[in-house]
Protein backbone atom coordinates (compact mmCIF):
# COMPACT_ATOMS: atom_id res chain seq x y z
CA UNK A 1 0.00 0.00 0.00
CA UNK A 2 1.07 3.61 -0.51
CA UNK A 3 2.63 5.89 2.14
CA UNK A 4 1.02 8.93 2.65
CA UNK A 5 2.39 11.82 4.35
CA UNK A 6 0.47 14.58 5.91
CA UNK A 7 1.76 18.23 7.39
CA UNK A 8 1.64 19.54 9.47
CA UNK A 9 0.62 16.96 12.03
CA UNK A 10 -1.27 19.95 13.99
CA UNK A 11 -2.03 23.36 14.29
CA UNK A 12 -3.51 26.06 16.65
CA UNK A 13 -4.79 28.84 14.69
CA UNK A 14 -6.34 32.09 15.43
CA UNK A 15 -10.05 32.99 13.67
CA UNK A 16 -10.40 34.58 10.41
CA UNK A 17 -6.35 32.37 9.18
CA UNK A 18 -6.30 30.18 6.94
CA UNK A 19 -4.11 26.82 7.05
CA UNK A 20 -2.72 24.63 4.21
CA UNK A 21 -2.30 20.85 4.83
CA UNK A 22 -0.30 18.79 2.57
CA UNK A 23 -0.60 15.22 1.38
CA UNK A 24 2.18 13.67 -0.02
CA UNK A 25 2.56 9.91 -1.73
CA UNK A 26 4.97 7.83 -2.26
CA UNK A 27 3.59 6.69 -5.87
CA UNK A 28 1.10 7.42 -8.26
CA UNK A 29 -2.62 7.03 -7.28
CA UNK A 30 -6.05 7.18 -8.97
CA UNK A 31 -8.13 8.72 -6.46
CA UNK A 32 -7.40 11.66 -3.79
CA UNK A 33 -9.56 12.45 -0.95
CA UNK A 34 -9.99 14.89 1.93
CA UNK A 35 -12.35 13.96 5.51
CA UNK A 36 -12.88 15.52 8.49
CA UNK A 37 -13.42 14.19 11.30
CA UNK A 38 -15.16 15.79 14.20
CA UNK A 39 -14.62 15.00 18.08
CA UNK A 40 -16.48 11.60 18.63
CA UNK A 41 -17.66 11.47 15.03
CA UNK A 42 -17.41 9.64 12.25
CA UNK A 43 -15.06 10.51 8.89
CA UNK A 44 -16.99 12.87 6.69
CA UNK A 45 -15.63 13.53 2.96
CA UNK A 46 -15.44 16.83 1.87
CA UNK A 47 -14.00 16.32 -1.59
CA UNK A 48 -12.65 14.53 -4.13
CA UNK A 49 -9.50 15.87 -5.52
CA UNK A 50 -9.12 15.45 -9.18
CA UNK A 51 -5.46 15.85 -11.05
CA UNK A 52 -5.69 18.55 -13.52
CA UNK A 53 -9.30 19.92 -12.40
CA UNK A 54 -11.00 21.42 -10.37
CA UNK A 55 -12.25 18.93 -6.84
CA UNK A 56 -15.10 17.67 -6.66
CA UNK A 57 -17.03 19.36 -3.59
CA UNK A 58 -19.22 17.01 -1.23
CA UNK A 59 -22.85 19.17 -0.14
CA UNK A 60 -22.15 21.21 2.84
CA UNK A 61 -18.91 21.60 1.72
CA UNK A 62 -17.65 24.80 -0.87
CA UNK A 63 -14.59 25.53 -2.76
CA UNK A 64 -14.67 29.41 -1.39
CA UNK A 65 -13.84 27.80 1.98
CA UNK A 66 -11.89 24.54 1.15
CA UNK A 67 -10.21 25.08 -1.60
CA UNK A 68 -8.28 21.96 -3.08
CA UNK A 69 -5.34 21.67 -5.46
CA UNK A 70 -3.53 18.77 -7.15
CA UNK A 71 -1.21 19.34 -9.61
CA UNK A 72 -0.23 15.83 -9.88
CA UNK A 73 -1.08 12.35 -9.09
CA UNK A 74 0.71 12.48 -5.45
CA UNK A 75 0.66 15.81 -3.93
CA UNK A 76 -2.58 17.53 -2.58
CA UNK A 77 -3.23 20.30 -0.64
CA UNK A 78 -6.26 21.22 1.62
CA UNK A 79 -6.72 25.11 2.28
CA UNK A 80 -8.91 25.60 5.21
CA UNK A 81 -9.88 29.59 4.81
CA UNK A 82 -11.04 32.11 7.48
CA UNK A 83 -11.43 29.86 9.82
CA UNK A 84 -13.55 29.64 12.77
CA UNK A 85 -13.67 27.52 15.64
CA UNK A 86 -16.28 25.05 14.11
CA UNK A 87 -13.37 24.18 11.86
CA UNK A 88 -11.45 22.50 15.07
CA UNK A 89 -11.47 18.43 13.78
CA UNK A 90 -8.45 16.31 12.52
CA UNK A 91 -8.50 16.91 8.56
CA UNK A 92 -7.53 13.51 6.72
CA UNK A 93 -5.63 13.06 3.15
CA UNK A 94 -6.36 9.67 1.39
CA UNK A 95 -5.66 7.92 -1.27
CA UNK A 96 -7.16 4.99 -3.43
CA UNK A 97 -3.99 3.61 -4.95
CA UNK A 98 -5.82 0.50 -6.93
CA UNK A 99 -8.64 -0.71 -8.81
CA UNK A 100 -12.18 -0.61 -8.37
CA UNK A 101 -12.50 -2.94 -5.21
CA UNK A 102 -9.00 -1.68 -3.22
CA UNK A 103 -9.49 0.56 -0.02
CA UNK A 104 -8.76 3.49 1.31
CA UNK A 105 -5.47 4.89 2.88
CA UNK A 106 -4.99 7.75 4.82
CA UNK A 107 -2.65 9.58 6.00
CA UNK A 108 -2.08 10.62 9.76
CA UNK A 109 -4.21 13.12 10.19
CA UNK A 110 -3.85 17.44 10.74
CA UNK A 111 -5.22 17.77 14.02
CA UNK A 112 -6.74 21.17 14.03
CA UNK A 113 -8.03 23.95 16.90
CA UNK A 114 -8.81 26.99 15.94
CA UNK A 115 -9.05 29.84 18.89
CA UNK B 1 -31.36 6.85 6.95
CA UNK B 2 -27.83 6.06 7.19
CA UNK B 3 -25.54 4.46 4.25
CA UNK B 4 -24.00 2.35 7.03
CA UNK B 5 -25.07 1.79 10.57
CA UNK B 6 -22.68 0.40 13.48
CA UNK B 7 -23.85 -0.19 17.31
CA UNK B 8 -21.27 2.54 18.77
CA UNK B 9 -20.56 0.35 21.92
CA UNK B 10 -18.65 0.33 23.70
CA UNK B 11 -18.19 -3.61 23.82
CA UNK B 12 -16.10 -4.45 27.17
CA UNK B 13 -14.87 -8.09 27.18
CA UNK B 14 -12.14 -9.55 28.80
CA UNK B 15 -8.82 -11.05 27.51
CA UNK B 16 -9.47 -14.41 25.47
CA UNK B 17 -13.02 -13.19 25.10
CA UNK B 18 -14.64 -13.93 21.42
CA UNK B 19 -16.25 -10.59 20.38
CA UNK B 20 -18.46 -9.87 17.13
CA UNK B 21 -20.04 -6.54 15.64
CA UNK B 22 -22.47 -5.91 12.89
CA UNK B 23 -22.62 -3.39 10.29
CA UNK B 24 -25.67 -2.96 7.97
CA UNK B 25 -25.62 -0.63 4.82
CA UNK B 26 -28.09 0.19 3.03
CA UNK B 27 -27.35 0.58 -0.68
CA UNK B 28 -27.39 -2.66 -2.36
CA UNK B 29 -25.03 -1.70 -4.94
CA UNK B 30 -22.68 -1.45 -2.41
CA UNK B 31 -19.10 -3.54 -4.56
CA UNK B 32 -16.64 -3.17 -1.91
CA UNK B 33 -16.49 -3.62 1.70
CA UNK B 34 -13.90 -3.11 4.32
CA UNK B 35 -13.40 -3.41 8.34
CA UNK B 36 -10.78 -0.27 9.38
CA UNK B 37 -9.14 0.00 13.05
CA UNK B 38 -8.86 3.49 14.44
CA UNK B 39 -6.98 4.19 17.79
CA UNK B 40 -7.49 7.23 19.94
CA UNK B 41 -6.10 10.28 17.91
CA UNK B 42 -4.69 8.68 15.00
CA UNK B 43 -5.90 7.53 11.65
CA UNK B 44 -7.85 4.98 10.41
CA UNK B 45 -6.02 1.64 9.31
CA UNK B 46 -7.29 -1.29 7.02
CA UNK B 47 -7.69 -4.21 8.88
CA UNK B 48 -9.27 -5.92 6.52
CA UNK B 49 -11.52 -6.23 3.28
CA UNK B 50 -14.48 -8.33 3.61
CA UNK B 51 -15.08 -10.73 0.71
CA UNK B 52 -18.54 -12.30 -0.34
CA UNK B 53 -17.18 -16.02 0.90
CA UNK B 54 -16.01 -14.35 3.78
CA UNK B 55 -12.34 -14.32 5.23
CA UNK B 56 -10.08 -14.66 8.03
CA UNK B 57 -6.90 -13.05 8.81
CA UNK B 58 -5.63 -14.76 11.77
CA UNK B 59 -7.98 -14.07 15.29
CA UNK B 60 -9.67 -11.94 12.91
CA UNK B 61 -13.11 -13.14 10.57
CA UNK B 62 -14.97 -11.13 8.18
CA UNK B 63 -18.63 -12.04 7.06
CA UNK B 64 -20.47 -10.47 4.00
CA UNK B 65 -24.01 -11.47 3.32
CA UNK B 66 -25.71 -9.30 0.63
CA UNK B 67 -29.21 -10.76 1.01
CA UNK B 68 -29.80 -8.72 4.06
CA UNK B 69 -26.85 -6.23 3.53
CA UNK B 70 -24.63 -6.46 6.60
CA UNK B 71 -20.85 -7.47 7.56
CA UNK B 72 -19.67 -8.59 10.37
CA UNK B 73 -16.37 -9.19 12.70
CA UNK B 74 -15.19 -11.74 14.50
CA UNK B 75 -12.42 -11.37 16.81
CA UNK B 76 -11.09 -14.42 18.70
CA UNK B 77 -9.24 -14.61 21.41
CA UNK B 78 -9.21 -11.00 22.65
CA UNK B 79 -6.05 -9.20 23.47
CA UNK B 80 -5.55 -5.96 25.28
CA UNK B 81 -4.12 -4.49 22.02
CA UNK B 82 -7.34 -4.94 20.46
CA UNK B 83 -8.89 -2.31 22.12
CA UNK B 84 -9.86 0.46 19.35
CA UNK B 85 -12.55 1.55 17.60
CA UNK B 86 -13.72 -0.46 14.43
CA UNK B 87 -15.07 0.92 11.46
CA UNK B 88 -17.11 -0.43 8.57
CA UNK B 89 -17.02 1.19 5.16
CA UNK B 90 -18.57 0.91 2.27
CA UNK B 91 -17.57 1.35 -1.06
CA UNK B 92 -20.17 2.11 -4.38
CA UNK B 93 -19.39 3.72 -7.74
CA UNK B 94 -15.73 3.58 -7.45
CA UNK B 95 -14.86 6.28 -5.47
CA UNK B 96 -17.64 6.97 -2.88
CA UNK B 97 -16.48 4.93 0.55
CA UNK B 98 -19.26 5.64 3.50
CA UNK B 99 -18.16 5.04 7.03
CA UNK B 100 -19.80 3.73 9.59
CA UNK B 101 -19.77 5.60 13.34
CA UNK B 102 -17.66 2.95 14.73
CA UNK B 103 -17.82 0.44 17.74
CA UNK B 104 -15.52 1.22 20.65
CA UNK B 105 -14.17 -2.49 21.90
CA UNK B 106 -12.25 -1.91 25.07
CA UNK B 107 -10.51 -5.46 26.07
CA UNK B 108 -9.90 -5.48 30.07
CA UNK B 109 -7.18 -7.32 31.55
Known amino acids: SAVISQKPSRDICQRGTSLTIQCQVD?????MFWYRQQPGQSLTLIAT?????????ESGFVIDKFPISRPNLTFSTLTVSNMSPEDSSIYLC????????????FGNGTRLTVT | RKEVEQDPGPFNVPEGATVAFNCTYSNSASQSFFWYRQDCRKEPKLLMSVYSSGNEDGRFTAQLNRASQYISLLIRDSKLSDSATYLCVVNYNFNKFYFGSGTKLNVKP
Open chain 1, 27 to 31: SQVTM
Open chain 1, 94 to 105: SAKTGGTNSPLH
Open chain 1, 49 to 57: ANQGSEATY
